[in-house]
């Protein structure tokens, strides 16, 4: 038992539960969307790498600049058909909505691929890694996904806080109706965001169809994970979104560590614990949303 | 007499199943001030924001510098020059001062109203320029408000109840940079809840009384009981 590579790996874990997580975090602080499809549009990510990277007989990575603009206008597609729309009937209708959504991406995938477990090629990657110390080994598609997570969040931090864009975002966050009044078009702020939301999920789950193996199944899953990790780092706050994604892995490798069974369970009593404590997470301020997502 | 910039006729505006406004026309004279005035509920916060877009009317129109605006969505009224100060400030609480100025400038009109103008005309908030709006004072607050619409350079100005709330001082100083804007040929549409400050600033005024206008004449033309009497709804002229 070693605790220091438990911890390590729980942190390189906990990068994928992040990056999954930011689009959820990011379409909830935003929009007010909670995006039941994640999980589904990120495996949809994954069965897209497993089609080009086949097809075109390359590594996934290879295939990222055809199938990150695939997803973002996925996303912008779905905002501007579907989620809008369903916002204007209250806020019970886009939960409706995305919940049938998953329901009809679980079920066409099934038909489409079959439910066999695939995983997609990742090359020279998949296998490498490298010693830190005795006992501690860290793997590279570990580590990139990790990295990748934290790439994703700076770069989404920076476009939020130094961008015409960005203020806009921010500003409709805070006040829909007054971000119209002022003269902002929602719906172009809102389309790109449900793209940049699709297109991290689709990349989240490339890391998910590299690292381990997917199934129709594997986006609902991938969404309690998703979720667990937005709500515990504060909903909207995107360093609290990596933070709580990293507490989250922690926990599930070190009481991995102790007993298996109790991996899953531990999480989820983490959550729990967050939500009896802090019920705003735990990097939620008592301003709006918009507040931490600049 | 100059031109008219806006023109409302017959507004009729819902929220959900209740009426707010029942046939509202009025007028707005180009580069002059019209004082908005009537009781709570009168239906004043309602007028102003269907003039900027933010609420569909059922029936009525709304025209604007020789065009019907009615279905146009606020972005494009923002671009042609109509910008309101809403009821309450309504700043983006997590942008900061400048932040909330440049999303005001999002579909501005022109480019008459950069930065430095703005903080020419608003010292106080130059100095606060990289704090969170929600940190201000009230006063400071307001000026900001004002300065987000400016920066959309508008020919048309809504003020919902800027002295809401505010010292007397700091609402003097507001109404002096009214005064400089009227000067510079801005058209304004002022809603007061001070009747005498109202009348003292605007060349016209419309009272609505329970979603209706109950007076519309020039300020010159009307006493202040008339004006009293048409606000309660005591007697009709």
Redesign the interface.
């Known amino acids: 038992m070693n605790w220091v590579n438990a911890v390590i790996q729980g942190m390189l874990l906990g990068g994928q539960y992040a990056l999954i997580a930011c689009g959820l975090s990011l379409t909830f602080g935003v929009m007010r969307i909670v995006n039941l499809a994640h999980g589904d549009l990120a495996v949809c990510g994954a069965y897209l790498g497993l089609v080009l990277s086949s097809g075109l007989g390359v590594p996934v990575w290879v295939t990222l600049p055809l199938l990150l603009p695939a997803a973002f206008v996925v996303g912008m597609g779905l905002q501007v058909l579907l989620f809008g729309r369903a916002l204007r009937h209250g806020v019970l209708a886009p939960v409706l909505v995305t919940f049938g959504l998953s329901i009809m991406i679980e079920n066409l995938l099934q038909v489409a691929a079959t439910s066999d477990p695939r995983g997609l090629n990742g090359g020279a990657l998949t296998l490498a890694s490298f010693h830190v110390s005795s006992g501690i080994t860290v793997s590279w598609l570990f580590l990139t996904g990790f990295l990748t997570a934290c790439a994703v969040l700076s770069g989404l931090q920076l476009l939020l806080t130094h961008t015409?864009w960005g203020?806009?975002v921010?500003?409709t966050?805070?006040?829909l109706?007054?971000?119209?009044?002022?003269?902002?078009?929602v719906r172009p702020v809102f389309a790109t965001v449900a793209g940049i939301a699709i297109a991290t999920a689709a990349l989240a789950g490339v890391f998910i169809g590299t690292i381990g193996t997917f199934d129709p199944l594997t986006g609902t899953d991938t969404l309690i994970f998703a979720f667990e990790a937005v709500v515990i780092g504060g909903i909207g706050s995107l360093w609290g979104t990596l933070a709580g994604g990293v507490g989250l892995g922690i926990t599930q490798v070190v009481v991995g560590e102790v007993n298996q069974a109790y991996a899953v369970l531990a999480v989820n009593l983490l959550f729990l614990a967050v939500l009896t404590v802090r019920p705003g997470g735990l990097f939620a301020s008592h301003?709006?949303a918009?507040?931490?997502?600049? | 007499m100059a031109g008219t910039l806006l023109e409302v006729a017959g507004l009729d505006v819902f929220y959900g199943d209740f009426q707010a406004l029942f046939g509202v026309s009025m007028s707005v004279r180009s580069g002059c001030a019209t004082a908005l005035v009537g009781a709570n509920g009168a239906g004043k916060t309602t007028l102003l924001?269907t003039i900027?877009?933010?609420q569909p009317p059922a029936s009525g129109s709304v025209r604007y510098d020789g065009s019907d605006i009615t279905a146009a969505?606020?972005?494009r009224r923002?671009?042609r020059g109509i910008?309101?100060v809403?009821e309450g400030r309504?700043l983006?609480?997590?942008?900061t001062v400048e932040?909330?100025i440049?999303?005001?400038a999002?579909?501005?009109a022109s480019d008459a109203w950069p930065l430095e103008r703005i903080y020419g005309a608003f010292p106080l908030i130059a100095k606060r320029r990289k704090q969170r709006a929600?940190t201000l004072s009230g006063g400071e607050q307001q000026a900001v408000a004002i300065a987000?619409?400016l920066a959309?350079a508008p020919t048309l100005l809504l003020l919902d109840e800027i002295s809401l709330g505010l010292a007397p001082l700091v609402v003097e100083g507001l109404y002096e940079t009214l005064a400089g804007l009227r000067s510079a040929g801005a058209t304004l549409v002022i809603v007061e809840q001070d009747l005498r400050r109202a009348m003292d600033a605007c060349d016209d005024l419309v009272c609505l009384l329970e979603g209706r206008v109950a007076l519309a004449a020039p300020v010159a033309g009307v006493s202040r009981d008339q004006v009293v009497a048409a606000y309660f709804g005591e007697v009709r002229s």
Do not use: W
């Open positions: 015409s203020r806009k921010r500003a966050a805070d006040d109706d007054t971000a119209r009044l002022v003269g902002i078009r301003q709006p918009g507040e931490v997502l600049g | 924001r900027a877009g933010a969505p606020p972005h923002v671009s910008a309101l809403p309504k983006f609480a997590s942008l932040e909330n440049q999303v005001g999002a579909a501005a929600s987000r619409a959309a």
